[in-house]
């Protein structure tokens, strides 16, 4: 192990002036290599994110008149070989852009609004959402919430995009399936946590893929199907959340994703009753 060090030496005179010694003194720079390493990696993904952030505009700017021009293709009724290429056309343009608002999200993360509410009713509502993809996958989807709802400090938008990610995976995961596919979410107290899991039995993750995907980019699906970035942006929305984000997987058996939050306590849900109420 090499350790970075500031040397320096000092003579040490007697009476008459003559070098009797010298004192070496050797400065451990650990620390301060680190934290220099850690500015320049905060300078390097700042002007990334600048970089990023201009690259966007003009992209999306792009993406918006490609979208409008196929919309209002389909919606004139052209029917046959053109609706098909005008319908990929749309898909992928939709596609790019959700790519772009991902690495906005990555390189600028928003700050967390905080509201009190039930995790589960957002759930609901981003099930609905994808149920076009659990109707045409056939996909099982079970829910066990406990009888008292219980509630957090959450920022909705940015719960949405976790919830959406999870499910979005999943559902992705449970296409190679070929026999039954079930997609489950349970909520559950344990003293001031609330905990959410979301379980498929899809393929599995392999062990040493388990640690590498909370990464950014880290990716196993095709050019075109994934970018890496939704667990990464997941985990950093759990952290703005003070909670933690964990995965249990075994090949062939099928995935959970457990979530962890802090629950607000209870004297604040009873004030926020009355607060509702009154
Ligand atoms: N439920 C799951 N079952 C199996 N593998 C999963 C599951 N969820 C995530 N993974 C694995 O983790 C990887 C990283 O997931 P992540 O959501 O970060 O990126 P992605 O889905 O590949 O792309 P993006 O989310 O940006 O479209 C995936 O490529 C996949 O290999
Ligand atoms: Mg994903």
Redesign the pocket.
């Known amino acids: 192990m090499t350790i970075p060090v500031f040397f320096s030496s000092s003579p040490i005179h007697d009476r008459e002036g003559k070098v009797q010694g010298y004192i070496y003194v050797a400065q451990d720079l650990t620390e301060r290599k680190l934290l220099e390493d850690q500015l320049l990696q905060a300078q390097k993904l700042a002007s990334l994110g600048r970089f990023v952030a201009g690259l966007s505009h003009e992209i999306n700017a792009s993406l918006i008149v490609i979208l409008r021009y196929a919309q209002q293709i389909l919606e004139s009724g052209t029917d046959g070989g053109i609706r098909q290429k005008t319908e990929i056309v749309a898909k992928r343009a939709e596609h790019s852009h959700?790519?772009i608002q991902?690495l906005l999200t990555f390189v600028r993360p928003r700050q967390k609004r905080g509201e009190i509410l039930n995790p589960c009713d957002l759930v609901d509502e981003m099930l609905e959402v994808l149920n076009p993809d659990v109707e045409k996958f056939k996909i099982k989807i079970e829910r066990d919430y406990p009888d008292v709802p219980s509630k957090i400090d959450g920022d909705e938008d940015l719960l949405r995009e976790v919830f959406m990610?999870?499910m979005?995976?999943?559902f992705?995961?449970?296409e190679s399936n070929k026999g039954e596919r079930r997609f489950k979410v349970t909520a559950s107290v344990e003293g001031q946590k609330m905990r959410l899991s979301?379980a498929?039995n899809?393929?599995?993750?392999d062990k040493k893929?388990q640690s590498?995907?909370?990464e950014?980019f880290?990716?196993?699906?095709e050019v075109g199907?994934?970018?890496?970035?939704?667990?990464?942006?997941?985990y950093g929305i759990m952290k703005q959340h003070e909670g933690a984000i964990q995965?249990e997987?075994e090949l062939g058996q099928?995935?959970v994703?457990h979530l962890d939050f802090p629950r607000v306590p209870n004297e604040l849900k009873s004030d926020l009753r009355t607060a509702e109420k009154a």
């Open positions: 959700k790519i991902d990610n999870l979005v995976n999943a992705q995961a449970l979301f498929d899809g393929p599995g993750i893929d590498k995907i909370f950014p880290f990716t196993t699906k199907v994934g970018t890496g970035l939704g667990l990464s942006l997941t995965v997987s099928g995935t994703f």
